[in-house]
Nanobody, 128 residues
Framework: QSQLVESGGGLVQPGGSLRLSCVASGFDLPYYDIGWFRQAPGKEREGVSCISSGGGRTYYADSVRGRFTISRDNAKNTVYLQMNSLKPEDTAVYYC?????????????????????WGQGTQVTVSS
């Protein structure tokens, strides 16, 4: 069974940091681009970041660029999202998703419609 499992969410004060992890099982992560998405209550899902299957290309939404860093360790079947300088508006459920690709370092996308596998989400709350 192919699945993604996120972890690392929690409650943090503004300005703090969290590192989210996304662990894949049941499929070969090196062949997949990974995207991070988030959804806050009453808001549409937002593409936050993505990383190509080989790790050579990344993308960040304007809202998180300079504060978040995506990385991957294919040997561990894991993708990370390091989140620094967190703001209350970063509060959301964060999801990772996987998309099969045949190009190691082509540009990735945060178009959620092209992603096949999704995790169950992890809650991030930024509040004092």
């Amino acid at each position: 069974q192919s699945q993604l499992v996120e972890s690392g969410g929690g409650l943090v004060q503004p300005g703090g940091s969290l590192r989210l992890s996304c662990v894949a099982s049941g499929f070969d992560l090196p062949y997949y681009d990974i995207g991070w998405f988030r959804q806050a209550p009453g808001k549409e899902r937002e593409g936050v970041s993505c990383i190509s299957s080989g790790g050579g290309r990344t993308y960040y939404a304007d809202s998180v660029r300079g504060r978040f860093t995506i990385s991957r360790d294919n040997a561990k079947n894991t993708v990370y999202l390091q989140m620094n300088s967190l703001k209350p508006e970063d509060t959301a459920v964060y999801y990772c998703a996987a998309r099969r690709t045949y190009y190691t370092n082509a540009y990735c996308t945060t178009n959620a419609n092209v992603y096949t596998y999704w995790g169950q989400g992890t809650q991030v709350t930024v509040s004092s």
